[in-house]
């Protein structure tokens, strides 16, 4: 399995540029969830989704967009990429908490992003 | 609103010594996750603590949950250097399956 993969790794954007960021996993998790972790500040929850076709606000939304048209994949848009927006995004998935079974976050490598 | 605060931020400790990282959270959850993460690189999995009193347990890292007090600990015995990384405590919002994270404890063992 390779758990959770994110794409790309890496990324220089100009103020302005779009740009989307994939996520997948394979551990056929029904959650999935977008971070970003800047310096001193921990992770914030950018947004969420709790089964395939659906998504919800997290605590940092403003100037994303999230698509979950497939459950082992959760996409994360930047219509128009600012300097606040340069940070290192990290997506995570977990089982639900009402089957049972241990609803632990998995992250991914995470996607450095750098907004000019 | 959750608010989660770790403590100590920055710790520095010298081999073979123990020490206690501080997790304190403001609203009732008991569900409580701690991960470590290595400069650079993606966050790891350590503990998950699903009750009041909970203890885990794994090499020279303990987790503890006291739901009634809002606290978990992490206490690390006899440090060796392979423990240098950043450690976050992170706390389940029951009703909408939000994390929320400590800012984190950035841990240094020094030879």
């Known amino acids: 399995n390779a758990g959770v993969t994110q794409t790309p790794k890496f990324r220089v954007l100009k103020t302005g540029q779009s740009m989307t960021l994939l996520c997948a996993q394979d551990m056929n998790h029904e959650y999935m969830y977008w971070y970003r972790q800047d310096p001193g500040m921990g992770l914030r929850l950018i947004h969420y989704?709790?089964?395939?076709?659906?998504?919800a606000k997290g605590e940092v939304p403003d100037g994303y967009n999230v698509s979950r048209l497939k459950k082992q994949n959760f996409l994360l848009g930047l219509e128009s990429a600012a300097p606040s927006q340069t940070s290192v995004y990290f997506c995570?998935?977990?089982?639900?908490?009402?089957?049972?079974?241990?609803?632990?976050?998995?992250f991914g490598p995470g996607t450095r992003l750098t907004v000019l | 609103e959750l608010k989660v605060e770790q403590n100590p931020l920055f710790l520095s400790m010298q081999e073979g010594k123990n020490y206690t990282i501080y997790c304190n959270y403001s609203?009732?959850?008991?569900?409580l996750y701690w991960y470590r993460q290595d400069p650079g690189k993606s966050l790891e999995s350590l503990f998950v603590?699903?009750?009041?009193?909970a203890v885990k347990q794994e090499g020279r890292l303990m987790a503890s949950l006291d739901t009634k007090a809002r606290l978990s600990t992490l206490h690390i015995t006899a440090a060796v250097h392979d423990l240098s990384a950043t450690y976050f405590c992170?706390?389940?919002?029951?009703?909408?399956?939000?994390?929320?994270f400590g800012t984190g404890t950035r841990l240094t063992i020094i030879p």
């Open positions: 989704s709790v089964g395939e076709g659906t998504t």
């Open positions: 995570a998935s977990s089982y639900s908490r009402d089957r049972g079974r241990t609803d632990t976050q998995y």
């Open positions: 609203t009732t959850s008991d569900r």
């Open positions: 992170a706390v389940l919002n029951f009703g909408n399956e939000k994390l929320t």
């Open positions: 603590l699903l009750s009041n009193g």
